[in-house]
């Protein structure tokens, strides 16, 4: 089973290197180290989104409403930011308004037992609407001064935002691998019935799952709304869909239990490559949306088209093992 | 006793919602106690009737399409561009809804030959034929083809395309007595989804697959040529909705249709298809849909902003999912109760 995790990441990591090698040899501009860090500063939000649709997708759930939990976080943030309150206290309103919403979500789906996709749909229309009643519809600007500073601060040339979400996908990494409460995760995911029979918390799992997609989603809210300095009311809009895809790219199967946060990371990274790349071959930012959407059906056709061959073989294999400890 | 099991079904349930619904808005503005206004405010929510209608049928056989609200885009936009083209505006809406039916096409192909789960390729179709959509015009540009503005075909792709002739306006400006064309072409195709749900060998199968898709395989069901029929109808769903949206706004666009989504399957769901598969019907979505659609329309005319709308429309869905999940809950609890009584009792 390992091995065929890796083989989706090596794919996709395999594509986008092939993508970048293409579109250096076409515009060798784009082989310069800052059009690099631009692009890693660019995907830092669906990256941290991806990250936080992983555990929903880990335990065969969906959350559709990701997007606007961000949306709902960067309204907080802008909020209070100009009610005056300091950052600090501000940025843990934000992240605590995302954890409520995931939190939410999670009540939903574990106790009222309303299937995933339908809570998360509902819930994507009450956070997108909630956004524009909080704010009457109009944007949030004139942010102060100290939300943008984070977000010009490096290191080594490279963005503190970008080190923070390193820092943070190295955690998940490891929390992932390696701490037995975060295998909970892959164990519900990959058999509900089977963690529920070996005593596992399978509801409680979930709703961390669900509590965790919108805390991720808080924390890309303050990462963009520190990026780009004010918050619009179509903050985010999309970006359900967009995470979905990078996890799905990324080797984290919807059929649950199977996936790693460098995959979800390395996939949301792709998507928005793509885009950069396009600008550097000069092809217009329209074709963004059916550059992503052919990409993500051959990776999962190609994937599908190894996956079966390899069954193929096992089962042949196994045939002939058979035949042979027979004769 | 058959009639007692119609007023236990959720259809009548839905039936006798919408009534208490338009009921209570027109206690609270006469205006929806006219008959000729509240067919006309159906204009408003056709497209989404349209679409989710053979949703429905996919839903049943427990797929899921989301990329209807991309093909009602490209639907439009491939009308207007062939209209601009020099074609009659009604060949030109035959290429649309051809547009359709190739789309879902395509969806069914996918789904029906691989593994893969139908939310990530409709995902990924949703992405492409919106990128298609919005790319469209400014390659019909590069590719040579002729346009009468200046600025090429590329600048429909801000603009949409304008000045479609009257004849196609009237298609949803014109009525039938009181009755819209737009609504009429809805309840008839409502009727022959219909009978192709509950009449047709076709239709059965879909709830076998939902059910059970394995048992399909192993009765005999050609699985692979219904799933791709039932993408089929739901892309032509789509596009038909994308027509009526550009007769209705007087322009064909790229981005028609892109906020649809949470109602369109809204309607399905709260229509009493389950998600996932088996269980659903024609008459529950259609209901639903105008249940949704008069809800919608009723806030709008008391004031309510679109934003609340979103969150009321949303709350709904969840609350009757929840009430009917806790429903199935207590069923089966009854049921088991029953079995038990009845063993002891022997």
């Known amino acids: ?327 | 006793m058959k009639w007692a099991r119609y007023l236990r079904s959720w259809e009548f349930a839905l039936f006798a919602l919408l009534l208490l619904e338009l009921g209570v808005l027109g206690l609270v503005n006469p205006v929806f106690f006219n008959l000729e206004n509240l067919l006309y405010s159906t204009l408003d929510f056709t497209h989404i009737l349209f679409a989710a209608l053979p949703l429905t049928l996919v839903i049943i056989a427990a797929g899921i399409d989301i990329s209807g609200v991309s093909v009602m885009g490209l639907a439009s936009i491939t009308l207007g561009l062939v209209w601009v083209a020099g074609v009659n505006v009604f060949a030109a809406l035959a290429v649309a809804l051809l547009v359709g039916v190739l789309a879902g096409a395509f969806n069914g192909f996918f789904v029906s030959r691989t593994d893969v789960n139908p939310l990530v390729i409709t995902l990924g179709t949703l992405f492409m034929f919106a990128g298609l959509a919005q790319g469209m015009p400014a390659l019909l540009d590069k590719l040579g083809f002729k346009a009468y503005g200046s600025a090429g075909l590329a600048a429909y792709q801000y603009e949409g395309i304008t000045g479609l002739p009257d004849a196609f306006i009237a298609l949803t400006e014109g009525s039938l007595g009181i009755v819209p064309y737009p609504f009429l072409a809805v309840l008839f195709f409502a009727l022959v989804l219909s009978l192709l749900l509950h009449k047709t060998r076709f239709g059965r199968y879909l709830y076998l697959i939902g059910v059970n898709p394995k048992a399909a395989v192993y009765s005999g069901v050609p699985i692979r040529r219904v799933l791709v029929w039932a993408y089929v109808f739901s892309g032509f769903g789509a596009a038909l909705a994308g027509v009526m949206l550009t007769s209705y706004f007087t322009s064909a666009r790229a981005d028609l249709g892109g906020d649809a989504l949470l109602p369109i399957i809204t309607a399905v769901v709260l229509g009493g298809a389950d998600i996932l598969g088996g269980s659903g019907t024609i008459l529950g979505t259609l209901l639903a849909g105008m249940i949704l659609g008069f809800l919608r329309q009723g806030l709008l005319a008391l004031g309510v902003t679109n934003d609340l709308i979103q969150v009321v429309v949303g709350s709904l869905l969840i609350l009757a999912m929840a009430a009917k999940q806790l429903l199935h809950v207590y069923g089966e609890y009854r049921l088991k109760r029953k079995a038990l009584s009845s063993r002891d009792g022997r």
């Not at chain 1, 500063?41 to 941290?48: D, E, G, W």
């Not at chain 1, 059929?255 to 949301?268: E, F, H, L, S």
């Open chain 1, 1 to 327: 089973m390992k091995h065929l995790v890796r083989s989706r990441e090596a794919l996709v990591t395999l594509l986008l290197v092939l993508l970048v090698v293409v579109t250096g040899l076409f515009n060798p501009n784009f082989f310069k180290a800052a059009s690099i860090v631009e692009i890693f500063n660019a995907s830092l939000t669906l990256v941290l989104i991806a990250l936080g649709e992983m555990f929903v997708i880990l335990t065969r759930g969906i959350d559709v409403s990701v997007g606007a939990t961000a949306g709902l976080a960067a309204v907080v943030l802008g909020t209070t930011l100009n009610l005056g309150w300091p950052v600090g206290a501000a940025v843990l309103a934000a992240v605590l308004a995302g954890t409520l919403a995931g939190a939410l979500n999670a009540f939903g789906v574990t106790f009222l037992r309303v299937p995933p996709i339908i809570m998360t749909l509902g819930t994507l229309g009450i956070y997108r609407g909630l956004m524009r009643i909080v704010t009457g519809g109009s944007w949030i600007e004139n942010l102060p001064q100290s939300i943008k500073e984070p977000n010009l601060w490096g290191f080594l040339g490279v963005p503190f935002f970008v080190w923070a979400t390193l820092a943070l996908l190295a955690l998940t990494a490891f929390v992932t691998l390696r701490v037995r409460l975060a295998r909970y995760f892959y164990a519900v995911g990959d058999n509900e019935t089977g963690a529920y029979l070996l005593g596992l918390p399978v509801r409680w799992t979930q709703f961390a799952a669900y509590t965790l997609a919108g805390t991720f989603a808080a924390f890309a809210a303050v990462v963009f709304t520190s990026q780009i300095g004010f918050v619009s009311m179509n903050a985010a809009d999309g970006f359900e869909l967009k995470a979905i895809a990078a996890n799905v790219l990324g080797g984290v199967s919807l059929t649950g239990g199977v996936g790693t946060p460098v995959g979800a990371a390395i996939g949301a990274l792709f998507l928005t490559a793509v885009h950069s790349m396009l600008i550097f071959l000069g092809v217009p930012g329209i074709w963004d949306n059916a550059f992503a959407g052919i990409i993500l059906l051959v990776v999962v056709y190609v994937d599908y088209r190894v996956r079966s061959a390899l069954e193929l073989q096992r089962r042949q294999a196994r045939i002939r093992g058979d035949a042979g400890g027979g004769a």
